[in-house]
């Protein structure tokens, strides 16, 4: 359930098993967070990685797929299926929480509050705009430039001492920090935001506590997604040969992650799981 990258991986590979595959997906087209994720500035390419998998399920027999097909609990208690993998994606929080934290941001809703979901679908912000990244990955980034193609006055405002801090790691921060200076982005470093009311949005900074208060049309919170996990926890209170949770759904993380566990679930699916050494291949422990 699901033709994310998760879903459509471990499809393709159960498939080249030989199993018989059923692939239910609740949009019109395949790709999940792909389809979205390539829209935005610079990442076309990425949309390959749903591309590849499509083609090559579509030229195999023993592989049925439904589109715009939403799946619900009783559907799939119905149809009898005995082995289930979900791969239901997640959602962006839009209630600031995040591995900083747990707790929700303050807000009197004075100004308005997107999440990326909201952008790659086309619901876009106006006027002052601040994008405020906790992700420090890729995602915050592109957001500030769509928006700014979209005529917004960005900020872009991280926790972190860096833009995108999190890709020094891809060899990419000081590209994406150039990239957003290009744009005539706003930068603002070592800020965590505390609240928001009153049309304004309040900040420290993260070394000295000193609070600043700001004023935005709209605020595209970064923080962290949410397993769609609802229709896996309906499920597993029956009775299943199999079933489980693959991809977002299970841990958000990179396309790469969703990937890697897609083909994972599918290799192990029928095998004896109990050996310890699929942890190890899997660490690169040498």
Known sequence: ???????????????????DIVLAEKNKHAGG???????MPGLAEW?????????ALQQMANVTMYFDNKIASDDLLDLGFDNIFIATGAHWKG??????GRAKLKTDNTVKIFTPDDIMLGQMPHGKVLVYDLDNYYMASVIAEKCQQFACDVTYMTNAAKVSSW?????????????????QIRISLNQLITEISHNHIIHQEVYSG??????????????????NDELFTALKKHHFKHIS??????????IAQAVHSGHLQARLFGEDNTNAANFYRDKGLY
């Open 47 to 55: 949309k390959r990685v749903v591309d590849y998998r499509v083609n």
């Open 1 to 19: 359930v699901g033709a994310g990258p998760a879903g459509l991986e471990c499809a393709h590979t159960l498939a080249k098993r030989g199993y």
């Open 167 to 183: 890709t020094d790691n891809t060899l990419e921060q000081l590209r994406i920090h150039k990239r957003l200076l290009s744009k």
């Open 210 to 227: 000193q609070e600043i208060h700001a004023v935005y049309d709209a605020v595209v919170l970064v923080t962290e997604r949410q397993p």
């Open 33 to 39: 967070r792909v389809l979205l994720e390539s829209q």
């Open 245 to 254: 949770l693959i991809g977002d759904a299970y841990a958000p993380g990179l």
């Open 95 to 100: 209630n600031g929480q995040s591995r900083l």
